[in-house]
């Protein structure tokens, strides 16, 4: 990839898509986002906002919308910035338009697919096995990006020249990007901390104070790096932004769409009323599905994932989960 080029592709018009595209903005004379309301690309295109993901937020003027895929024709990169589920559709539909195989695809979701385990890199791979694949993860609300408040991320594939022209694109003032080669852990680390958030919302929503709720926290990232590890991540990506660092944000923030639904379900709401409560996709809710699917087929043990999928897919009251949660039988840390 040489420097900034024309244009940036991302497939999602929601909060993360938009806030991403305000980075790119900065490096490409053009970026698309391609989302499926026509009239959600007419704002953006005709008065630069996207007033239900990022209210009172301006984009830039070299930033457009369109609901058509064939843009990606000529994007220089393309981001997938679309829910994890839809994951494999895109990336099939994509397949089909035949976009040069030099461009390279960087997702940008954060889970894995229920039944195969696979993760959201791996079926962009199988669909367009002959581009460049990278991921985009970490501690990185899309509220906080596109208020240019100070974050970092982390950028990986296992093309090191890849990682580091992407880095150069992933940069502002405001936004820092680091690199690594552990696609995996970044991946897992990114879909893991989703069901820990659940967990810490419900912590937060029965009213258990900041101690349960950093003791859950950090017993999750014990349980985020058996399972990870066993799952092909390495240790040290866990302790790094795209594990700890988003762990900590996702299970503490108040943007945290998963930590939302959890504090929901420990007031005693439904499933169905907190999602829809809260009117966006939240990635723990299916991911805790997948999530404790793919953890069965390893020998880790996973009381906090459990816990979770037993209050979203059995019916278990908060309560009692966070109760057998606490009066386990007692071990060494």
């Not at 906002?49 to 937020?57: D, F, M």
Request: glycine share 8%.
């Amino acid at each position: 990839m040489s420097s900034p080029s024309n244009k940036a592709v991302i497939l999602g018009s929601g909060s993360w898509g938009t806030a991403l595209s305000m980075v790119l903005a900065e490096h490409f004379t053009e970026v698309c986002i391609i989302g499926r309301c026509p009239d959600q690309a007419a704002e953006i295109s005709s008065q630069h906002t996207n007033s239900r993901y990022l209210p009172k937020i301006s984009l830039a003027e070299n930033i457009h919308s369109t609901n058509d895929l064939s843009e990606t024709k000529t994007a220089d990169i393309i981001l997938f910035v679309v829910p994890t589920s839809a994951t494999r559709e895109i990336s099939h539909q994509l397949s089909v338009i035949d976009i040069p195989a030099s461009t390279p695809l960087i997702s940008c979701a954060k889970g894995i697919e229920r039944g195969t385990g696979s993760r959201m890199s791996d079926i962009i791979h199988e669909n367009l096995p002959n581009n460049p694949i990278a991921v985009l993860s970490g501690p990185n609300h899309a509220e906080e990006v596109a208020r240019h408040l100070a974050t970092c991320t982390v950028v990986g594939s296992i093309d090191k020249q890849l990682c580091s022209d992407l880095q150069k694109f992933f940069s502002t003032q405001n936004f820092r990007t680091y690199t690594t080669q552990d696609v995996a852990g970044m991946e897992l680390g990114g879909a893991l901390k989703n069901v820990f958030a659940i967990a810490a919302g419900i912590a937060a929503g029965i009213g258990l104070g900041d101690n349960a709720i950093a003791a859950l926290v950090t017993r999750g990232l014990a349980e985020m790096t058996r399972l990870g590890i066993a799952l092909g991540g390495q240790p040290d990506t866990f302790m790094g932004l795209s594990g700890i660092g988003d762990l900590m944000t996702t299970c503490y923030s108040v943007h945290s769409r998963n930590n939302r639904v959890g504090m929901a379900l420990g007031k005693g709401l439904s499933l169905k009323q907190a999602c829809d409560e809260l009117g966006m996709v939240a990635e723990g809710v299916p991911n805790t599905l997948s999530i404790y699917e793919a953890a069965r087929e390893t020998d880790v043990e996973t009381p906090i994932i459990d816990a979770v999928y037993n209050v979203l897919y059995h019916g278990k009251s908060a309560r009692q989960a966070v109760q057998e949660l606490l009066t386990r039988d007692p071990k060494a840390e």
